[in-house]
């Protein structure tokens, strides 16, 4: 099947951890996004990247890290810089064109105790 | 910069009965796209329906329809013939044309709850 698929969808990890997390698509999407949502508001971009080996950083990128070293994969790592890393996390793609519809993962539930 | 606001928390309907959801947004632009995402319980971001802001015909999905005024800034979402399956929350999301910077900015949601 066609899609966006995340993992873990959940983990737990210990405050001063760097943690990644993964995002692979074969949907044959150039463009890749992380998005973060925390309870009751909507989501806030932390990183996209429109090609291989190209990444922009988003409105709250600080604390966080990706790369893209293959079109279909856009991991994030959240570093301990992240002040408040408990949050869940969603990754998404479009072809990249103007216009075109960005569709979403399942997402990741990131717990830092 | 691109704001979105919903100004309706949450919102209630009786099965098979319609419900409207409001959007405003701001922005300098003249050319657009607006987008209804639904996230269920499950939190996946589900696309319900998608607006060009150069069209004026309002966008229609099934029993979901759009009403864009595009002069007062606003992209209500119009669910017909509720299920229990609608129930969740509702965002609305605005996105410039401009390649390069793909970004959706979203509002905060509206939580949609269905009375059998």
């Known amino acids: 099947d066609g899609g966006i698929t995340q993992s873990p969808k959940y983990l737990f990890r210990k405050e001063g951890q760097n943690v990644t997390l993964s995002c692979e698509q074969n949907l044959n999407h150039d463009a890749m996004y992380w998005y973060r949502q925390d309870p009751g508001q909507g989501l806030r971009l932390i990183y996209y990247s429109q090609i291989v080996n190209d990444f922009q950083k988003g409105d709250i990128a600080e604390g966080y890290s990706v790369s893209r070293e293959k079109k279909e994969s856009f991991p994030l790592t959240v570093t301990s810089a992240q002040k408040n890393p408990t949050a869940f996390y969603l990754c998404a793609s479009s072809l990249g064109l103007s216009g075109n519809t960005i569709y979403f993962g399942e997402g990741s539930w990131l717990t830092v105790v | ?116």
């Not at chain 2, 949450?10 to 987008?35: G, H, I, K, N």
């Not at chain 2, 996230?39 to 009403?67: C, D, G, H, W």
């Not at chain 2, 965002?91 to 059998?116: H, M, Q, S």
């Open chain 2, 1 to 116: 910069a691109q704001t979105v606001t919903q100004s309706q928390p949450e919102m209630s309907v009786q099965e098979a009965e319609t419900v409207t959801l409001s959007c405003t947004y701001d922005t300098s632009e003249s050319d657009y796209y607006l987008f209804w995402y639904k996230q269920p319980p499950s939190r996946q971001m589900i696309l319900v329906i998608r607006q060009e802001a150069y069209k004026q015909q309002n966008a229609t999905e099934n029993r979901f329809s759009v009403n864009f005024q595009k002069a007062a800034k606003s992209f209500s979402l119009k669910i017909s013939d509720s299920q229990l399956g609608d129930a969740a929350m509702y965002f609305c999301a605005y996105k410039k044309p401009n390649f390069g910077n793909e970004k959706l900015t979203f509002g905060t949601g509206t939580r949609l709850t269905i009375i059998p």
